[in-house]
């Protein structure tokens, strides 16, 4: 059974991860905008990871017998002044999931929840790969600067993204 306080920041978790995908859907639409199908579509792969993410905290709120209870969502930014504008937007994003999850691994630990904190474990290193991913578009994007020609090789490239496989809700 789920403590009161793991509960809540749980929940919590399976906001940041909705507002994620939300925040990516955003940046399909940008990227859609400016003609950019590539990233738009490497954005709508994003956008299913982290579908799947908030699923699975949420099955395991449940699964522990909590309750998930489902908040509003933040509005998203909308536009970005660059595609390296928007994936160091969506880097900086992922910082601050890893943050939050650090945080709560921490909570776990220390309300002795050792089957949240084993679970979390997951996510964790998850988190590496998903900064490790971003940062790459970011330095990519770098290194193609004003060229259109490199920028229209990485959206080319981008495009192949595969999507994510789709996990058991509560196992890895
Ligand atoms: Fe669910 Fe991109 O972290």
Redesign the pocket.
């Known amino acids: 059974m789920l403590k009161p306080k793991m509960e809540e920041a749980l929940n919590g978790q399976v906001n940041?991860?909705v507002f994620?995908a939300y925040l990516y859907a955003s940046m399909v639409s940008y990227f859609e905008s400016v003609n950019l199908k590539g990233f738009a579509h490497w954005m709508r792969m994003?956008v299913l990871?982290?579908q799947i993410?908030?699923q699975k905290v949420g099955e395991f709120i449940m699964a522990r017998g909590g309750r998930l209870r489902l908040r509003a969502i933040a509005e998203p930014q909308q536009d970005w002044a660059s595609p390296s504008a928007a994936f160091e937007a969506a880097l900086q994003?992922?910082q601050h999931?890893t943050e939050c999850l650090n945080n709560l691994s921490t909570l776990a630990f220390s309300e002795q929840d050792h089957a949240t904190r084993t679970f979390l474990e997951w996510?964790v290193t998850?988190?590496v790969e998903?900064e490790a991913n971003t940062d790459n578009m970011v330095q990519q994007l770098k290194l193609a600067g004003d060229a259109s020609g490199a920028l229209f090789l990485l959206d080319r490239e981008a495009g192949q993204r595969p999507a994510p496989a789709i996990a058991a809700p509560t196992g890895a």
Do not use: A, D, L, V
């Open positions: 940041e991860e994620s994003q990871e982290e993410h908030g994003h992922e999931i996510f998850e988190q998903e």
